[in-house]
């Protein structure tokens, strides 16, 4: 007898179980979604990680989707306490010689970008308002493509298959490309297409903060997904779980089950049927209809089905599985007394009040090299970062008058070095950073500083249950949505789904768990809501 | 967010908060609850403040009431909602510097085997007071605790009726003389049984030289074995409570701080929020935060009679409070004690350094006069008995020592200067109880202070976190004061219902319950949970 029973299971209560989950309730299931961790929200999570009452982000940042994502819409998540806000002053780099900032607003906002972007190229800053403009256009269409699995799984209704690739081949031919250009990496189609080095450090920044190799992955990706999300980017309100929160209530709500520190060891099945699964405690959960899997394929096929009785498809696959990408993040927290107020401040105060600001890159090069050398397994020697400090828009994350600091770093992935060495990395790692950070925003100094933490690749893993601090689950081309993946949403064991980033991509999209969603509504005859609507996707 | 309508709205997502949204969500009202932080359930917080997959309980940690408080049935958290607890078999024992230790066990027969160690005597009394408590414990409990509060003089005149001096041989009316002191010295003969048992009160926030409080003592033995732990953190406690209420159909709203309580007419009619969007009530406000925030903040003192700001002013907190070390451990302690209970090994709280009662005296003292006191820990290790609050082979460990929130030197900003050091002999005193710890069992080790309780936790003023002075004078109808207690306040439909009412704070939900009676008494609500 299991110890309890669900038409349902879903393991991982990350954003995109919580979107199935929600989705499938509403649809009238009995859902049970089954967490390891002691939390919802997976990497859309928050924590008071130097002082209490600081809040700081050490994961998910910034939200790029919600203009799009379904499940934000479908269940009215600001009525479950979700809420974001769009600052005007988007992705900026900043430069210790106190040269002009480089600032990209939101898309609203073209003309400020333009401004911006010309002092140091006008025709950089015509080419980017080109693409962009022209990218933004084709939104509902890249969005279609985002959030519908792919036609090799579930067929769209009415041609919308051929006519979302028909619009994103004739976007890249209107954009002036060739499609034999598709396949150049992004750095050599940033270098063609920009010719200041300060909008190519930004733009090589932004394509690696998708987990994009730049130097190796493909140009239409680029294109598409950075040119299209750049600067259209979100902050929630209260943190990034507050958003996670609200998913999960939108999810309690509909009648699913939300089981925390639960973690799945075993999916069982029968007759080649996934029926359930084994907890760690040795509870038995049955699934009568289906089992969704949110996290990665190496630890759903390997380690909870277990390498025997894998098909010799998925061991061939599973064989050359690897984590990716090359690059994963390291999360610097700082607890503030002031927030940084840049050199480059006296020629566009915006750059104080940037969501996103790029410190300790003179030039484009530094970037690459940087990355370079994340890829190669090292330490990157010059502890540049990405920043934000979100209590300048929500003062609720940091106690009054005092700001709240995170970052991103790019690391190698977790098992680059030892746990002593990463013991170093989290020691001395902030320190460089914030002498770096000092030339940059000389009212950055020790005395600013009431506390700072550094959350390295090795604690995501343990963390996150993020194999290697891989947040996009496997190896991605920057163009995985809409193209088969390695792995997909319907596995080749009747009943047992993929829901999490290795089929819809990482990021808060939630375009796993919706697609996941497409896909078993297709195969159980579920009502299908943007049918009903006759919605796009 | 947009401005919106509930019948209820409830202030602060607490255990209490929830417990009566719940309720009143599962009476098919319309609940919205609102909270300031980024995270339901106030102080049933858990956080990986060490390492990844290290679960601190930051503040609740002792589970005290499953099992007698009605909310876990009514509610169905354990039967349908996923909450899981254990009651550790070896309970709690101090450990004394000649390498003696006692033991409390939930097999009653064992604890006072141990007792009978150090005597005889002190065992058969302690068997016969926790018989008899037991006894009477649930009826008084339900009386005392879970219902709206009868005045003392009501309770000494139902104890005079019932025969309580020719009945019972532990209770009598003039407990309410006594200290929990004078209580053990008039029962119990030995220094060090008398020690555990003040130990197991303090922890329980009652102090031990506190005129009045011997009422409450023969309760506490009675439930000494029924300390629970919350399996995988004292949070899925709040989850199981969330869940129980949003499939309800209520709502809680996490970075929702209330900036006022919205008064018309003499009535409360919602609140507006930080963000500037109102939310209006259409039956009622419940407050489960402070009176400070409730009262001075949300309603402002220029609204409210001289007579209330002073109740609120006056209002005596909680005269000491707790620093924490929060530690991942690589190895279990062995106690040196060990070789003369092995159970003492198992016991999930241990009391490291208090012999007898002058210590505790002395502490209550110098605590209330602001000092850092000699250090005397009490440790738990969750992990012996709830393997899921570690990662495999590891543990999560914590130490709790009794401090003041305002240092005599320095005040409370002093703390963020003290804590690494004072953490440290906190951590040397463990060490030397248990002597196969040394710092290499510890991968990384927190302290968390009175000043970050304040900063974590803006309910528990001045660090108070059980909502108010256990005192005599503090309890029952008079808490937390004449004006202000009973869960009814002079604005009509404002309810209060957190830690600040009667009985107190802890993880008891009475005083949610209790304010939902007295809220289905005003308001009609059908008691679908009687």
Redesign the interface.
Known sequence: MPDASYDAVIIGAGHNGLCLGAYLARAGLKVGIFERR??EGGGAH???AT???F?HNLHAQYMEFIEMMPFYRDFDL????A?VIKPDAQVGITFADGRPPLVIYRPELADRTHASIAYYSRRDADTFAAIRGKVLAANDYISAMLYSPPASEVKLEGGRSEAIMGRMLQLWLDLGFQPQEMNKCPKVLIDEVFESTELRATMYRQCVEWGANLHTADGFGFVMCVIWLCANHYMS???T??LA?SMA?AA??A?A???????VVEILNSGGRATGVRL??GRTIEARKLVASNADPKTTFVDLIGWDKLSEFRKERMSNWRFGPEHVLGTPSFALRAAPDYKSARHNPDINKCFYTIVGFENAQQVSDYILQAYGGQIPDLPGAGTWVNSLWDP?QA?AGMHTMNGWFFFPKASCLSAQEWDNVRRDYNGKFLELWNTYAPNMTRANVIADKLYVSL?ME???AMPEGDFSHGRLSIMNPGMPRAHIYRSEMEGLYMCGASAGGGGISAAGGYNAYKVIANDYGLSKPWQRENRLY | ??DATFDAVIIGAGHNGMALAGYLAKAGWSVGVFE?R???GGALC???LT???F?HNVHANYHTLVGICPVYDDLELVTR??LRYVQPPVQMASVFQDGTALVVHTDLNKTCESIARFSRKDADTFRAVYEEARGYRDLILRTLMYSPPTSMKEITKALVAWGVEEKSKYLSVHLRHQTINEFLDHHFENDRVKAHLAFHASLAGYATDRKGLAVSFPLLLSKIDNWHIC???S??LA?SL??AL??A?G???????VEKILVENGKAVGVRL??GSEVRARHLVASSISLEQTFLQMIGRENLPASLTAEVEHFPHMDSTFFSVHLAMTKLPEYRAASFDPDVNQAWVVNLGYENQKQFNDDWRDVRAGKLLNPRPNAAVNSLYDP?DA?QGCYTGLLRQMAPYNLAKGGPQEWDKVAREYGQRCIDVWKTAAPNLSDDSFIDWATYTPL??V??MPNMVFADWIGGLIDLGNMLDNRPGPILSEYRTPIANLYMCGATQHPHGFVTFAPAYNALEIIAQDQHVERWWK
């Open positions: 002691h939390d928050t924590d008071e002082v209490p009452g809040w600001p009525s479950f306490g809420r309100i209260g943190g779980h507050t929160h209530a309690l709500a009648g089950d939300l089981r925390y520190n639960s973690p760690k405690d609720s106690p604690d343990s963390r996150m | 967010m947009s300031k980024t995270e339901e858990t956080e990986e390492r990844p997959g679960l909602h996923g399996i995988g953190g949070h899925a989850h969330w869940e949003a499939q159909g709502r809680v709203f996490l970075n929702h701080g930080e963000d899921t990662p970050d309780i900063r974590r």
